[in-house]
């Protein structure tokens, strides 16, 4: 991402929200269980949801349950109404005639055989949440296909099926279902990298909802869960070094990476292809880098780390009193500034 | 360090979200598997999910223990002890003990326990992390008082995320399964609002992601953080902060205070003895020029960056002479500086 960045929004994007939410409105309600391996429990603790749900007067249905199950899990199906499948796939026009509250569906990322109405399984999900039905499911990680590049490389094995990434940001509610692998589950290493994975997409999801819930509340605030780093370059900067020490620290925060210069009136052509060259680096590195407009170089940065959310801003040191850094590190209340030395001073 | 006994820990991030249930669970299995299990301590809020849970497990008595005129229930980890199950359910573990316990907190006891070889469950939730104290209290407005230093709880052999999404609590604590009704209604308008359990919630998640890539990485070293620490009333909050940067970065952590030659401050000593509890190596140096012997002890051990909190909140142009940070700035070109922030609401 390149350019100027406002969170405020114009007229366009307002209308855009106020249909979503009206389309949300109307939409059944999706809560998926997301878990990171096969047996880690997920099914139970969907199916059980459903069968605390039916006790609390609400009527629930199963539209999907798998065929080889834990017996804790059978158990608590038997006690539910179930819509059968059909090859494997959801009787849609069944679940419309029954119209329940809520529908319990197992597998969200199962492919349906060819000539069903929808290839997979999570669209059919979408007819239902479209019909003002409710959704509860479940998906392993594996089976997130923009996740699916890192999963291979941690197990070697892809899956033939998947759901795009949106369609968890878009439900209503995740919730992890998280435990130590035991032995019966496989490697340990293996299990250990797909936990992490699935925490951290679980922890970007929520973060997500986080953002949206205060935008949606006209709550502006400088703080967050995550981490948020601003590398801010100039062409004297050591860049190569805040930039790998920026990214390292993302890394280990898992948070985000920026990368800022403020704009300056004739730049000499050294000094230009020099910054060319660091903002270069910073997009390979995978940072968002951002060109800021300003008359005041502190004034601008202070501006834009506060509509950003940051938490840490990297800075060359000083190099002389009174420079612009100084005003900066006496106008940082809510974000830390990391100096780094200059390539002369090493 | 490894203990004898096995430590796993359920982390939660607000109360209701059922890491006492999940624990019990657990319990249940294992006793079911043949596992000798006692219960040291058990708080049951008056959850009648959470209080079946226990059907049919040991409960080791509690110690009664009178404080100002008033009757505490502590877990006897002597009891226990004695018990010597193979593993014992400990609840709450940020738990502070009444006045004359043996130990001041809970997490002290179960180092006990596991010391004997005893496996220990246990529950917490994330707002109770050291490091994240500041955050929470910005992000929540609740400054905790309850914590835990973080390598109690990295030492442990398993962190286990229990986590509901804040809708289904906020139903919950609505339905009176967390709260007794007149207190329901306040806690979702306070801490239990949607926004502070989102951000609780994905810190919970973090940390757990955290938990389980520390254990795949093997040590790193090579980077060295210094703390410069004062008597400053921020101070704490710098100690957090560096450390818990030093954690994320895997490197090595001390802290040093400079000072006039023979002055005792007893606010500076305190702040010594809390970086000490976090596990920092804390050193006192004597000195009458402030920025250069910090610049100085700084290249003497190696640090590749220091922490230091914010000398003022008058802006610089309203000042005569430079800042303690503004000259240390000048005095360690050489070496990376982070100027914390001074963390507010």
Redesign the interface.
Known sequence: MTGRSDRRLNPDELLRRVQAEERRERRGRL?IFLGYAPRVGKSLRMFDEGRRRKERGQDVVVAAAQTEVAVSVRQIVSRLEVIPTIDGSIDLPAVFRRHPEVCLIDQLAFNNPPGSRNPERWQDVEEILRQGIAVITAINVQYIREQQAAVERFTGKRATSGIPEKFLHEA?????????PDVTMGDP?VL??L??LA??L??DV??H??QE??DS?G?SVS????ERILVCLTPRSNARAMLE?GQ??AR???GALLVAYVEQPGLDPADQARLDEYLALARELGAQVHCLQGIDFADTLLQFAHQQRI??IFLG??QR??SPV??L??????????????PE?? | MKRPGQL?VYLGYAAGVGKTYRMLDEAQALRAQGVDVAIGYFEPHGRKETIAKTDGLELVPRRVMAYAGTRFEEMDTEAVLRRKPAVAVVDEFAHSNVPGSKNAKRWQDVHELLDAGIGVLTTMNVQHLESLND?VW??TGVRVRETIPDWVVDEAD?C??????P??LRNRIERGVVYAPEKASRALDNFFA??NL??????A??H???E??E??MAPRKGERILICLTGHPASANLIR?GKRMAD??RADCLAVHVGPPQVVDETVERHMSFARNLRIQTHVVEGEDVPRTIAEFARAHLVT?IFMG?S?T????KRFG?TI??QV?RQA????????????R
């Open positions: 809560k209503d509610e995740i919730e992890v279902v998280d435990a130590p290493r250990a990298e936990r992490e925490l951290l679980a922890a929520v973060d909802q986080l819930y205060l509340h709550v703080w967050g869960a995550q020490s390292r620290n280990r925060f898992h938490t840490q040191h000083p009193q009174r100084e005003k590190i006496e106008a940082a209340e809510d974000f830390d500034v990391r100096l780094f030395p200059h001073a090493k | 796993k955050q910005q992000v398993e286990v995320l229990v986590d509901l999404t809708r289904a949607e926004a989102t951000a609780l919630r994905e810190l998640i973090r757990t992601a955290h389980v890539e254990k795949l902060r994320y970065l960056q914010r003022s008058r802006p610089w142009w430079e940070v503004q700035v070109r050489d070496i990376q500086i982070t100027i914390v922030a001074q963390r507010r």
